[in-house]
Every structure is written in C-alpha cells, then in structure tokens.
C-alpha cells in the first residue's frame, strides 16, 4: 500500500493488480543521414548488431524492452555507448557515432528537421504500452480518477519521457 497507482512501460501478469492503457508508443531506428542501413529495402534486427549501438542506460523502460526484443531472438546486444540523455544520443547519432533505437515522440523533431533519419525494421514489432496500474482491492479516490482520466485525455505526441 505504498503507491496508490503507478505508471509502467511494461506488461502486469499478476492477477492481484489491475490496469488500463492510456497511451502507445514506438521505438524508432535512427541513423545518421548517410548510414548503409538507409540504402537496405528491407533492415531485419540481426543488421543492427553489425553496427554501433548508443542506448540508454541500465534499467531504463526502453533499455529493458530492447534487452528483451534481442535476447528472444538470440542477438547480442552490446551497447557502443551508453548515456541517460536521449539529447546526447540523439547528437552522436547525428554525428556518425552510431545508431540508436528511441521512442517516436522523442525523435520525431530530430527526424522531421533531417538530423537524422530513421528506417522501418521489417522483421519486429517495436510497439509498446503505457499503463496505469493500481491493487485490485485499492481504494481509487475521486482525484485519483481524475488523475488517471487525464493520463488517457493526454494527446499522443505527448512526451512521456523515457
């Protein structure tokens, strides 16, 4: 009875605990402008162990979702670099020193105004959830459903952080 809700980027599978979605979000590819993997038809997620990869840092939401998208499809994954600013990552990327893996609504200004590009990886499914979470037997207060209609009337390019 520490929290009484909480916000994840991940998936419950405890029957004692309730959720909602109230938002989607999308992990990006990004790449410098002239990166080989632009002139591909088709990027598969084995191409980007051959490159630098720049992540975020242990534990982070985006992070843990990667670690789990390569290990189950048996790829390594071992970071070039790791930084707790998608800004700094963002400016690497631009910079040459790699490719990275980022939420949309984080990139998209990048992406958008030619920083960097980005390219659509055919073979996963990148998807993730926001949800609310709270106990099944929690009390939820008039302002803790207030709080929670205003998670969902959020508009999705709302920058949820990461």
């Excluded at 040459?96 to 998209?108: A, F």
């Amino acid at each position: 009875n520490k929290l009484d809700i909480a916000l994840i980027e991940s998936t419950i599978d405890d029957p004692d605990l309730c959720y909602q979605v109230f938002s989607h979000d999308q992990l990006r590819l990004i790449t410098p402008p002239d990166h080989p993997l632009l002139q591909k038809d088709r990027v598969l997620l084995n191409d980007l162990v051959a490159y630098p990869l720049l992540m975020r840092e242990e534990g982070s939401a985006g992070r843990t979702f990667l670690e789990h998208v390569f290990s189950s499809r048996g790829l390594p994954l071992r970071p070039a670099t790791v930084s707790i600013s998608t800004h700094a990552i963002l400016k690497a990327v631009h910079y040459g020193l790699g490719i990275s893996l980022l939420p949309h609504q984080l990139v998209e200004e990048d992406i958008k105004n030619g920083n960097v590009l980005t390219k659509d990886i055919a073979d996963v499914d990148l998807s993730r959830q926001h949800m609310i979470v709270w106990h099944r037997n929690k009390y939820l207060s008039p302002m803790l459903q207030a709080f929670m209609a205003l998670c969902e009337a959020a508009p999705p390019e709302a920058d949820l952080g990461e």
